[in-house]
């Protein structure tokens, strides 16, 4: 299934001067539990729609936010998301994420997206990566740092999809969001301390953002631009359309156009 994440495994900047991965510890980002507020079905012409809304903190804890899903399931397969992040206390500190995670099961390793690539970019580590289509692996798109961090990720993406060797694939569309795939869970990332430590695993993470968090200097340097800085002040709303196809009767250009509604 689809969760809401504002997780990141810490990057060395993130583990800086300021370390933001104990700020972020503190507010329950690594460990936020749903406490369920409200689920609602209804059924228009060939639509069903289904809101789940829910607050989110640590366990026996009071919540830090509130997250509003509303799932749009059209007759076509596409299922639209506007996903809704609303802060219920003061979040002084700038977020490593607003974003969602899924897990896809072993063999949708080929992955063709358009946005910047080939290598990874972030909001303030985007300009060498040029907009583009681009196709490459699961495997190939995870960055082996020494020591295993956020990684592999692309910015300004209008849709990625993930096709297995029989062509059936899973397609994400949105407004310029960030996204990344790994054979490894945030989790993992974060526990490891060198990369040598990790266990490769055969299903896949999918990590979908409205808005990625900066990557700074701080472990050697200032830190981002305030421009740049994901800050949670107020509610901040994400749509993506996501569309199930086989690429043999259809290719992932066009079932692009069609989650994109062109």
Known sequence: GVQANLWRAPTDNDNGFVNLKRKWEELGLDRLLCRNERLEAAQANDAVTVTIAGVYGPKVMPPVLRITQVYTVTGDGRVALEITYAPLKEISDYLPRLGLRMALPAGFERLIWQGRGPWESYPDKKTGALLGRYESTVDATHEPYVRPQENGAHEDT????????????LLAAGEGFSFSAHHYTPEALTAAQHTIELRREEDITLLIDGAMGPLGTASCGPEPEMSDRLY???????????????????????????????
């Not at 209008?158 to 694939?169: E, H, P, Y």
């Not at 709303?237 to 290719?251: E, K």
Request: hydrophobic letters at 55%; proline letters at 5%.
């Open 232 to 262: 949670l002040k107020e509610p901040r709303a994400f749509r993506f359309t996501f569309l199930p196809f086989d690429a043999q009767a259809l290719d992932v250009d066009t079932a692009a156009k069609a989650a994109l509604g062109c």
């Open 158 to 169: 209008a849709f990625a999809a993930l096709l297995n060797n029989r062509g059936i694939g």
